[in-house]
């Protein structure tokens, strides 16, 4: 069974701070996905990560991935608080955009 | 502006009663997807259509889930009896089906079901 597991569960940053969240998958696979959900609302897709050392960036957000290691991370620079959200990896092992299993999410707070 | 629709948004009904969700999925799409979310489970997939066809319905309970596409902008989601344990926030997603190395699934606002 396929396992994706996130941490940290929960973040609370300042401003202006930089982290990173982990995204660690059990089974192998090429694509990786992050979506960004705010409270009370729809998932939203940020990144599509294709293959080994992959990077993506937008705005604050940057996504790589690592899939000899299982690993994908989100890092964050220079936080703000327009950057509350819960953030979701998922992992698609059928390389399909179908069968996506989603991690447990974090929760990140950005408070001023 | 292309986005995917989902009706009820909100719905409380009473334990043994059936439960209909709709979605229309983002025009010109073929794959359909049904996810439920709760705290304690996260999101998990229910069942995925493509061209309207069932692919895999492997995470939704047979004896009382059901899901079809009665036609190519309309999925449907029912519950028949529902229960207390099935409150959850229910969405559904759609992709273009190409299988273009970025695609990905655009999701709908949810239906936010409580079962009392």
């Known amino acids: 069974e396929l396992k994706v597991e996130q941490n940290p569960l929960f973040l609370s940053m300042q401003e202006g701070k930089n982290y990173t969240i982990y995204c660690n998958y059990s089974?192998?696979?090429?694509?990786l996905y992050w979506y960004r959900q705010d409270p009370g609302k729809s998932l939203e897709s940020l990144f599509v990560?294709?293959?080994?050392?992959a990077v993506k960036q937008e705005g604050r957000l940057m996504a790589s991935l690592d899939t000899k290691a299982r690993l994908s991370t989100l890092h964050i620079t220079a936080a703000v608080h327009d950057l509350s959200a819960t953030y979701f990896c998922?992992?698609?092992?059928?390389?399909?955009?179908?069968?996506?299993?989603f991690g447990t999410g974090t929760r990140l707070q950005v408070t001023l | 502006d292309a986005r995917v629709t989902q009706t009820p948004r909100h719905k409380v009904t009473e334990m043994g009663q059936e439960v209909t969700m709709r979605c229309q999925p983002i025009?010109?799409?073929?794959?359909v997807f049904w996810y439920r979310q709760t705290m304690m489970q996260g999101l998990e997939l229910l069942a995925y259509?493509?061209?309207?066809?069932?692919?895999?319905d492997s995470g939704m309970p047979k004896d009382r889930f059901s899901a079809e596409m009665p036609d190519a902008t309309l999925a449907t989601l029912k519950i028949q009896p529902s229960e207390p344990r099935d409150s959850a926030v229910y969405f559904c997603?759609?992709?273009?089906?190409?299988?273009?190395?970025?695609?990905?699934?655009?999701f709908g606002p949810g239906t936010r079901l409580l079962v009392l």
């Open positions: 089974t192998t696979s090429d694509r």
């Open positions: 025009l010109g799409h073929n794959t």
């Open positions: 998922a992992v698609d092992p059928t390389g399909t955009a179908s069968k996506l299993t």
């Open positions: 997603a759609s992709g273009p089906g190409t299988g273009a190395p970025e695609e990905t699934q655009y």
């Open positions: 990560l294709l293959s080994n050392g």
């Open positions: 259509f493509r061209n309207r066809a069932p692919l895999d």
